[in-house]
């Protein structure tokens, strides 16, 4: 299946500090929806965007759907210990019937 | 309102035994998706099934796996003839209309370990 450009694929950060990620598309998206996955059990949703340009918050996440309709970023500010895990992007394009895309994912580790 | 239910939770079988997994989506959700995940990787699409129709299996192995959603009871991907290969965590999820904007919600995955 096709599969999102999702970056960076890991990040080592310290405590406090503030995290982004992004992922890109060569097609244009109706949808993006942001997860998060801890090991051994399955992911979890954080954010759903789905025009242009929303930027919506969900406690320290924030997550923007790119005006140009093909990327999508998420921020997480004051990362905490429980940060910790594996950060997917997943992308709805306007023909694709329902058939989500997703990125390969952004691991994401925080020391204290 | 509970979430999407996946079981078992672990599955254990040798080599050339049959493997049902099983999905119940959110209560009032119509779409079923399967997915696929190696350790390290992401997730992989299999298919995608409406009651009593599949819209898109285009992630599907040929052979030995099937998936349905029948009119009534869960989802079921059955894998035929396991092999060891076939060791992952296969993930379910589910949504409440088809449409140019939708969400997806995940169950907590079936991890298969082949003998």
């Known amino acids: 299946g096709q599969q999102l450009n999702q970056s960076p694929q890991s990040m080592f950060i310290q405590e406090g500090e503030d995290v982004s990620m992004n992922c890109t598309s060569s097609?244009?998206?109706?949808?993006w929806l942001w997860y998060k996955q801890d090991p051994g059990e399955g992911p979890v949703l954080l954010i759903a965007?789905?025009?242009?340009?929303e930027l919506t918050s969900n406690g320290r996440l924030t997550a923007q759907f790119g005006i140009t309709r093909k990327d999508s970023f998420l921020n997480i500010s004051a990362s905490i210990p429980s940060d910790v895990g594996i950060y997917f992007c997943?992308?709805?394009?306007?023909?694709?019937?329902?058939?989500?895309?997703f990125g390969a994912g952004t691991q994401v580790v925080v020391t204290p | 309102n509970a979430g999407v239910m996946q079981n078992p939770r672990h599955l254990v079988r040798r080599r050339g035994q049959e493997a049902r997994l099983r999905c119940s989506p959110m209560?009032?959700?119509?779409?079923v998706y399967w997915y696929r995940q190696l350790p390290e990787e992401g997730l992989k699409f299999m298919v995608y099934?409406?009651?009593?129709?599949?819209?898109?299996e285009s992630g599907m192995p040929k052979e030995r796996f099937s998936a349905e959603f029948p009119k009534e009871g869960p989802s079921i991907l059955r894998i035929q003839q396991v092999v060891r290969g076939d060791s992952a965590a296969y993930f379910c999820?589910?949504?409440?209309?088809?449409?140019?904007?939708?969400?997806?919600?995940f169950g907590p995955g079936t991890r298969l370990t082949v003998l």
């Open positions: 209560k009032g959700h119509s779409h």
């Open positions: 099934l409406q009651k009593e129709n599949i819209i898109d």
């Open positions: 097609s244009i998206f109706n949808t």
């Open positions: 965007l789905y025009k242009a340009g």
């Open positions: 997943a992308g709805l394009a306007t023909d694709s019937w329902g058939k989500f895309q």
């Open positions: 999820a589910s949504s409440p209309n088809q449409g140019s904007t939708d969400t997806q919600y």
